[in-house]
């Protein structure tokens, strides 16, 4: 059985991140809310996608590579970060983008234009249409000498998600010294990674810990998670067995990925007013909106200890109205 330990990793995040209880919330909700600020994980303006390239690019470094593709929408947070992450390393960024949404340069487009990262707009709806221009891409690079690494979109293969076990084993060490134990964990679901990670977390250093991820996206998660959780195990050399209850999901897209909804707007507000916290109308606003859902649905044991992940998305922030 291998470690986390026995992965290379490059310390690129400023971790661990704070865990912290949302106390205005808590006594609204009578419930003992925590969150865990990956907001702050401090490259650019921080976000999940941090945690995962601290392995990507360590693989793309060990690999040789000087060039580092990855892909998403226009608005793409995990881009942007790899664009932040790969100038921090002396490696170039190519960002080969769907030419969807908002591409004008305004939120995460402003900030690529500002790293000086090179962006790419493919004209499609399809990943496997971006894929085969990445391909092409790498062709062309090696050619003339480079050695270039491709990440798929939001790093979400296991080495990424390599990132979000290492983060539950951070979660139940804090709450450890903090002196209460995590019932549930709450994160948001977009390309798998993040939740894939935690969950595995989860199974490895704390099995009773439930955790729950809101999607927002249409994907079917339920298959996607479980499958990116066994292979990330069978990255550690564990076989795993899979309960229903290991994967848990709740969608609430609204109309659709990346487009700001009514509830997920409530919730950003909810958690400006009550907090002073920022979510994001395309990630966290809905994610929190979802956890807030089930709230109501009674999802939640009475004095159950619930750690909500802020997974970042300030740079899209800015490129959106919110009505
Ligand atoms: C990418 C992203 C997510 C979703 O994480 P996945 O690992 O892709 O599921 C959540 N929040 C923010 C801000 C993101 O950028």
Same mark, same amino acid.
């Given at each position: 059985m291998k470690q986390?330990?026995?992965?290379?990793?490059?310390?690129? #995040?400023? /971790?661990?991140?704070?865990?912290?209880k949302l106390e205005n919330i808590s006594h609204i909700y009578g419930k003992n809310i925590y969150i865990k600020r990956d907001d702050l994980t401090g490259v650019a303006l921080g976000g999940n996608k941090v945690r995962k390239?601290?392995? $990507?690019?360590a693989d793309a470094k060990e690999k040789g590579a000087d060039t @580092? $593709?990855?892909?998403?929408?226009?608005? *793409?947070n995990h881009a942007m970060l790899t664009a932040a992450c790969a100038n921090r390393l002396g490696m170039k960024a190519i960002l080969v983008l769907k030419k969807r949404g908002i591409w004008e340069r305004k939120g995460n487009q402003l900030l690529n234009a500002i790293l000086g990262a090179d962006v790419r707009? @493919?004209?499609?709806?399809r990943y496997e249409n971006v894929y085969a221009e990445m391909a092409v891409i790498m062709e062309? $690079?090696?050619? &003339? #000498?480079?050695? !270039? %690494?491709?990440?798929? @979109?939001? #790093? *979400? @293969?296991?080495? #990424?998600s390599l990132g979000y076990v290492r983060c539950a084993k951070?979660?139940?060490?804090?709450? &450890? =010294?903090?002196g209460f134990s995590v019932n549930h964990i709450l994160c948001c679901t977009g390309s798998g990674g993040t939740h894939a990670g935690m969950a595995l977390g989860a199974k490895l250093f704390s099995p009773e810990t439930v955790v729950t991820g809101v999607a927002v996206d249409d994907d079917p998660f339920e298959e996607i998670v479980p499958r990116l959780m066994r292979e990330t195990a069978a990255l550690l050399e564990r076989t795993l067995f899979l309960a229903d209850s290991d994967v848990n999901l709740k969608y609430m897209v609204g109309s659709g990925y990346a487009i700001p909804s009514p509830e997920g707007n409530a919730a950003i507000?909810?958690? !400006?007013? &009550?907090? =002073?916290?920022? /979510?994001?109308?395309? %990630?966290?606003?809905?994610?929190?909106a979802g956890f807030l859902a $089930?709230?109501? &649905?009674? %999802?939640f044991e009475e004095d159950a200890n619930i750690v909500f992940l802020h997974s970042g998305g300030a740079g899209g922030l800015f490129a959106m109205d919110m009505a």
């Open positions: 986390l330990a026995d992965f290379p990793r490059i310390p690129l #995040g400023i /971790l661990p991140t704070p865990l912290y390239l601290e392995f $990507l690019l @580092v $593709l990855t892909t998403g929408g226009a608005q *793409s707009f @493919v004209d499609t709806d062309g $690079l090696e050619k &003339e #000498g480079h050695r !270039a %690494y491709s990440i798929p @979109v939001g #790093g *979400s @293969v296991p080495l #990424g951070e979660i139940f060490e804090q709450a &450890e =010294g903090m507000r909810l958690m !400006a007013k &009550e907090e =002073g916290l920022i /979510l994001d109308p395309v %990630y966290t606003g809905k994610a929190f $089930l709230l109501q &649905e009674g %999802y």
